[in-house]
């Protein structure tokens, strides 16, 4: 699975939305969702998504100048949101998995919505 250091979709660095695309479609593929999975799935992607964009946003941010103390207090805010939508979402995804699928992504990704 493409990610490099830190795994899949890691922000620090910055990620092409495209990239992160890439990266879901591959490991969608290498953990062979179903149709009946599929729901769960788009959830999952959708917040990861989501959160790439957040983490970017908040990172150029910080890149063009200075943030003062209230936008960081918001940067905080929505990170601590999108976070909990993170957790339900892999939450939901991984009741849908089988045993198999749960034990191949936990050696792909390295642990639900740590990595993305």
């Given at each position: 699975?493409?990610?490099?250091?830190?795994?899949?979709?890691?922000?620090?660095?910055g990620?092409?939305?495209?990239?992160?695309?890439?990266?879901?479609?591959?490991?969608?593929?290498?953990?062979?969702?179903t149709?009946?999975?599929?729901?769960?799935?788009?959830?999952?992607?959708?917040a990861v998504?989501?959160?790439?964009?957040?983490m970017?946003?908040?990172?150029?941010a910080?890149?063009?100048?200075?943030?003062?103390p209230?936008?960081?207090?918001?940067?905080?805010?929505?990170?601590?949101?999108?976070?909990?939508?993170?957790?339900?979402?892999?939450?939901?995804?991984?009741t849908?998995?089988t045993p198999?699928?749960?034990?191949?992504a936990g050696g792909?990704?390295?642990?639900?919505?740590?990595?993305?």
């Amino acid at each position: 699975m493409p990610g490099g250091y830190g795994g899949p979709g890691r922000m620090m660095g910055g990620a092409d939305p495209a990239a992160t695309t890439q990266r879901l479609n591959a490991l969608k593929q290498q953990l062979g969702i179903t149709l009946a999975q599929e729901s769960a799935w788009d959830d999952y992607a959708a917040a990861v998504t989501t959160r790439a964009a957040l983490m970017n946003g908040h990172r150029q941010a910080m890149l063009d100048g200075g943030v003062s103390p209230v936008q960081m207090q918001q940067f905080r805010q929505s990170g601590f949101a999108q976070m909990q939508q993170m957790a339900t979402a892999s939450r939901r995804v991984q009741t849908v998995l089988t045993p198999a699928q749960r034990t191949r992504a936990g050696g792909l990704m390295g642990g639900w919505g740590q990595r993305w």
